[in-house]
């Protein structure tokens, strides 16, 4: 027999890690923000082949520099108890290192980067930005496979501005790997 609580709180629940952890392996991606819970379903293969071309090429700049490491989902970002993310893409410079643990990434990556997906447009530009700001992501990047687009932003105060759009085969600069030329004629193939 379950056992009934004695209060009911007021207001919304807020969920925590600790109700994270708890969740199902089901197959879906689990998100939470803010203490409410964010339910995705898996990524379609574009998606997931932008992802990977992405991966290759900061994840080779970054091995090769020596420069930190490079992550990809599924792996949680915790950035509180009541926010845990999991970006298509982050990566920690080397000198901050000491933010991954067994549980995952427990604190703000330098750079977060979001691949979006009809589903995910509102949630990735709206809600997540705001958060990834608010928690010290510095760099955010949104990669939309259909338009064939990359935009760059950098905070400024508590909000991201934009700092760069490029579209199609451009190559591409960034102010976080500024020895990196991206080609992104390789990334929406």
Same mark, same amino acid.
């Given at each position: 027999?379950? !056992? ?9 629940? !807020? ?26 379903? *898996?990524? *379609?293969?574009? =998606? ?10 900061? =994840?080779?700049?970054?091995?090769? !520099? ?27 410079? #080397?000198? !901050?290192? &000491? ?15 979001? /691949?979006?997906?009809?589903? &995910? ?7 997540? #930005?705001?958060?990834? *700001?608010?928690?010290? /992501?510095? =760099? ?41 030329? /991206? ?7």
């Amino acid at each position: 027999m379950s !056992r009934l609580p004695e209060r009911i709180p007021p207001g919304p629940i !807020r969920l925590t890690y600790e109700d994270y952890v708890d969740l199902p392996d089901d197959g879906r991606r689990y998100e939470i923000l803010d203490g409410e819970l964010e339910v995705s379903p *898996a990524p *379609a293969p574009k =998606h997931q082949a932008v992802s990977r071309n992405l991966v290759w090429i900061v =994840h080779g700049h970054v091995q090769e !520099r020596g420069l930190g490491s490079v992550y990809y989902a599924p792996i949680d970002v915790i950035l509180t108890d009541t926010s845990i993310v999991q970006p298509d893409l982050v990566f920690i410079a #080397a000198a !901050r290192e &000491s933010i991954v643990s067994s549980r995952g990434i427990e604190g703000a990556p330098d750079l977060a980067v979001e /691949i979006l997906s009809p589903w &995910s447009v509102r949630r990735d530009r709206v809600a997540k #930005a705001a958060l990834y *700001a608010r928690y010290g /992501i510095r =760099h955010y990047w949104l990669a939309d496979p259909d338009a064939s687009v990359l935009e760059v932003y950098e905070t400024e105060g508590a909000e991201y501005r934009l700092v760069g759009r490029h579209e199609g085969a451009a190559k591409v600069r960034t102010a976080m790997f500024p020895d990196l030329e /991206i080609d992104l004629g390789r990334v929406w193939v």
